[in-house]
T-cell receptor, first 116, second 115 residues
Framework: SAVISQKPSRDICQRGTSLTIQCQVD?????MFWYRQQPGQSLTLIAT?????????ESGFVIDKFPISRPNLTFSTLTVSNMSPEDSSIYLC?????????????FGEGSRLTVL | AQSVAQPEDQVNVAEGNPLTVKCTYS??????LFWYVQYPNRGLQFLLK??????LVKGSYGFEAEFNKSQTSFHLKKPSALVSDSALYFC?????????????FGSGTRLLVRP
């Protein structure tokens, strides 16, 4: 299975600032997914990031707030812009293995953000 | 629209007893179904999946799940619970007809296995 590394693992941020989360995978993958897990909640898909194209955002998430880069097949970044306390969450990077649409997702350890 | 329901916020069971964590789903077409586990301060780990074929699926750590199409359920089971099974469990579904590959997660069920 893919090994996924996320940085930072946790951070405390000030309101109004922006933070970029990095996701590194040890193998080449076509699709990478960014999820948010708010405190005590389930996972919500933010966007799907394909290499060489614009990310596809889910309803309720916009590129200005969550810009995503996908420069190659092993790396992606998610930026949380102009943060507010409501952005305090765990942000998870994931990739799929086992075949398109049938494969399971593998997750990084997550980046726990606290916004003051 | 796809959705997943996990009706129990928490399940308590004694070590050695069988456990069941419930999941029901709703999709337009046929589903791909998954179970994940999350230990404290960790990312999610894949447990098992149903794609096609045998309705009883076996996965990691002795867990299994049964796909029931008529009841639109995919309950997670284990014959004998361990204290180390205590964690947060998520059911997830993908619609075979959805080309976005989006995985929808349930709200999660906290499993507490007491010694």
């Amino acid at each position: 299975s893919a090994v996924i590394s996320q940085k930072p693992s946790r951070d405390i941020c000030q309101r109004g600032t922006s933070l970029t989360i990095q996701c590194q995978v040890d193998s080449q993958v076509t699709m990478m997914f960014w999820y948010r897990q708010q405190p005590g909640q389930s996972l919500t898909l933010i966007a799907t990031a394909n290499q060489g194209s614009e990310a596809t955002y889910e309803s309720g998430f916009v590129i200005d707030k969550f810009p995503i880069s996908r420069p190659n097949l092993t790396f992606s970044t998610l930026t949380v812009s102009n943060m507010s306390p409501e952005d305090s969450s765990i942000y998870l990077c994931s990739v799929e293995e086992g075949g398109a649409n049938t494969g399971e997702l593998f997750f990084g350890e997550g980046s726990r953000l606290t916004v003051l | 629209a796809q959705s997943v329901a996990q009706p129990e916020d928490q399940v308590n069971v004694a070590e050695g007893n069988p456990l069941t964590v419930k999941c029901t789903y709703s999709v337009s077409g046929n589903p791909y179904l998954f179970w994940y586990v999350q230990y404290p301060n960790r990312g999610l780990q894949f447990l098992l999946k149903y794609i096609t074929g045998d309705n009883l699926v076996k996965g990691s750590y002795g867990f299994e799940a049964e796909f029931n199409k008529s009841q639109t359920s995919f309950h997670l089971k284990k014959p004998s619970a361990l204290v180390s099974d205590s964690a947060l469990y998520f059911c997830a579904v993908r619609d075979r007809m959805d080309s976005s590959y989006k995985l929808i997660f349930g709200s999660g069920t906290r499993l507490l296995v007491r010694p």
